[in-house]
């Protein structure tokens, strides 16, 4: 029996979902990868895993889902602007000649948490396909191990002042997913942009060349045009990388426990996580002066833990030694 943990992957690849997938791959039972149309299409997300997988060696062993196309209340959002067209520009790569399995996502998901114990799941796209989920099922909240998510931030958001990309496209889903009653991992992207890969990772990829780093490569030297900035080094985060990294191995994070929910109408900030950081929630000011001397959980215990601190060598040793371990 493997002693590696249970997750399933829902995502939306993306170049950093990509790699994502590869370090999920190597180091944890994959039961499977169920897609959300975000990044790009829910067509071309799901064909963009599948040809990852196929990369990996990996696409007969794990199976492809696919899930919802938009999310559930408005229009799908997607990001061209940096992952390209199909949603996964720069590496060339054959068609895949694996399809999706014949289960739909959600159904995936349900099934699949309630056979079994302690599964954790990783979302590293919007979360409708898992807040579907929990609305057909709701006792997986109980079942699964813990629901860790690329997505939101104890900070500032990157696709609205407010907003990260992914709980912005479907605040109704990821608002949802933070208040079902399971602990929650929010790899934010405070964190996130602590992993920032740049040239010299690039050609340490480059150096290692196998198989999957030299996808790795292309798909940083894609990546890391997507966002230049005027006088500083081209960079690209690999946001969902540090939350697959964060279940592998969970001394790479520094966390804080805090209460998280999602902003569902503000003007300005819909699609914020606000994030309890000083535990104030029920509590009452006027009557709790000690509150801030105590910063203890006077009021609601905390619902999630906030990704605050990354070790970015120790990810990218890593990240390093699976790519050499892939051929
Ligand atoms: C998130 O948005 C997507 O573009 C990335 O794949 C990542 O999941 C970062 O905000
Ligand atoms: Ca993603």
Redesign the pocket.
Known sequence: MSTKKKVILD????H??AF?IMLAVQHLDVLGITTIG??CTLENVTRNAIKTLEVLGKADEIGVYAGHSCPMAVPLVTAPNFHGETGLDGPVLPEPTHTAREQHAVDFIVDTVMANDDVTIIA??PLTNVAAALNREPRIAERVSEICV?GGSVTFGNWTPAAE??IFVDPEAAYRVFNCGAHVKMTGINLTRQCCIGIEHMEEFRKIGTKAANFAADLTDFFIQQDIKEGEPPIACM??ACAVAWIIDPSLIVAAPMHIDVELNGALTRGMTVCDYRHLRGVDPKVDIERDAQMSYRGEEPNAEGALELDFPGFMELLYSTLKNYD
Request: hydrophobic share 10%; net charge negative.
């Open positions: 995502c939306d690849p993306g950093d979902d994502g975000g990044n590293t796209g690329m990309f992914n946001h969902d």
